[in-house]
């Protein structure tokens, strides 16, 4: 363990962890919101390798990967990437778990023990329709800083979908 909120607890990512992100990602390819996010592959091993790298990176600052955990079952996951404009967050939890607040109490704690580490920037990109993504971040104190045209995604003529991001940024040192 790693951290400890009230109602969560917060490791590192480990190997072991593939089959629960599996399901987190069929879960969310599945989901309205999966337009707006790199197609997850859902094959076993490839999410076993892709875990197996992430839980080798959770050596140091560069990359930190972290489950979110209610009681022993993995409900979602954080990832920090550093950038040259801060640590970057990524994450997504299954949605048998949305709506209850475990995202907004992992990512302060999260955020918090972070900070002692001497990190005090973070960004993250989410599209501007992705409301309960937003909503999270402006909950933790991100400020939307600019916006951007995304595509991950053509439609049956081979054009691409673009819908509009933004680009959130979070400063602990003002």
Same mark, same amino acid.
């Given at each position: 363990?790693?951290?400890?909120?009230?109602?969560?607890?917060?490791?590192?990512?480990?190997?072991?962890?593939?089959?629960?992100?599996?399901?987190?990602?069929?879960?969310?390819?599945?989901?309205? *919101?999966?337009?707006?996010?790199?197609?997850?592959?859902?094959?076993?091993?490839?999410?076993?390798?892709?875990?197996?790298?992430?839980?080798?990176?959770?050596?140091?600052?560069?990359?930190?990967?972290?489950?979110?955990?209610?009681?022993?079952?993995?409900?979602?996951?954080?990832? *920090?990437?550093?950038?040259?404009?801060?640590?970057?967050?990524?994450?997504? *939890?299954?949605?048998?778990?949305?709506?209850?607040?475990?995202?907004?109490?992992?990512?302060?704690?999260?955020?918090?023990?972070?900070?002692?580490?001497?990190?005090?920037?973070?960004?993250?990109?989410?599209?501007?329709?992705?409301?309960?993504?937003?909503?999270?971040?402006?909950?933790?104190?991100?400020?939307?800083?600019?916006?951007?045209?995304?595509?991950?995604?053509?439609?049956?003529?081979?054009?691409?979908?673009?819908?509009?991001?933004?680009? *959130?940024?979070?400063?602990?040192?003002?």
């Amino acid at each position: 363990m790693l951290l400890k909120t009230d109602r969560l607890t917060i490791r590192h990512i480990v190997e072991t962890d593939w089959k629960s992100i599996k399901e987190i990602w069929e879960d969310f390819n599945a989901s309205m *919101f999966s337009q707006y996010d790199v197609p997850h592959n859902t094959d076993d091993e490839d999410v076993s390798k892709r875990i197996a790298k992430w839980a080798s990176a959770n050596n140091g600052t560069d990359h930190m990967f972290f489950a979110i955990c209610l009681g022993d079952i993995v409900i979602g996951y954080s990832a *920090f990437n550093v950038r040259p404009d801060g640590h970057e967050i990524g994450y997504c *939890f299954h949605s048998v778990y949305h709506g209850k607040g475990y995202a907004k109490e992992s990512h302060r704690a999260l955020i918090d023990y972070i900070g002692t580490l001497g990190i005090t920037k973070f960004t993250a990109g989410t599209a501007l329709d992705n409301t309960p993504s937003v909503s999270l971040l402006k909950s933790l104190g991100f400020k939307l800083i600019g916006t951007e045209k995304v595509s991950f995604y053509k439609d049956e003529q081979g054009n691409d979908i673009i819908f509009d991001g933004g680009i *959130f940024e979070l400063n602990l040192v003002q």
